[in-house]
Nanobody, 126 residues
Framework: VQLQASGGGLVQAGGSLRLSCAAS????????MGWFRQAPGKEREIVAA????????YYVDSVKGRFTISRDNAKNTVYLQMSSLKPEDTATYYC????????????????????WGQGTLVTVSS
């Protein structure tokens, strides 16, 4: 089982990026998926999470109105559209998947996720 995150890069403040997380080895179409980030010297934090059918999404307050999480279950892929990026968004972004199927409750704690991607670095310059 592998989660492959991509789409990171260097962008100026105010710019946009779209992160993708493609799963392989098993389907996560029935599972909660999330994006976390970790900046240098800081703890990992939840950024966004989405239920299996996209019916419920969670965002940390600092990204509300700027980031959008979505998923394409046919492609076994989750996305994070990031707009109006700020220097404080600079971090390595990780996607994660929960193993419990059919839950309608988003997971916001890292320990609730069983599968993790390798991370993709997002750098926002001022």
């Amino acid at each position: 089982v592998q989660l492959q995150a991509s789409g990171g890069g260097l962008v100026q403040a105010g710019g946009s990026l779209r992160l993708s997380c493609a799963a392989s080895g098993r389907s996560f179409s029935n599972n909660v998926m999330g994006w976390f980030r970790q900046a240098p010297g800081k703890e990992r934090e939840i950024v966004a999470a989405i239920t299996w059918n996209g019916g419920t999404a969670y965002y940390v307050d600092s990204v509300k109105g700027r980031f959008t999480i979505s998923r394409d279950n046919a492609k076994n892929t989750v996305y994070l559209q990031m707009s109006s990026l700020k220097p404080e968004d600079t971090a390595t972004y990780y996607c994660a998947a929960d193993s419990t199927p059919w839950t309608s409750v988003v997971r916001t704690v890292g320990s609730e996720y069983e599968y993790w991607g390798q991370g993709t670095l997002v750098t926002v310059s001022s």
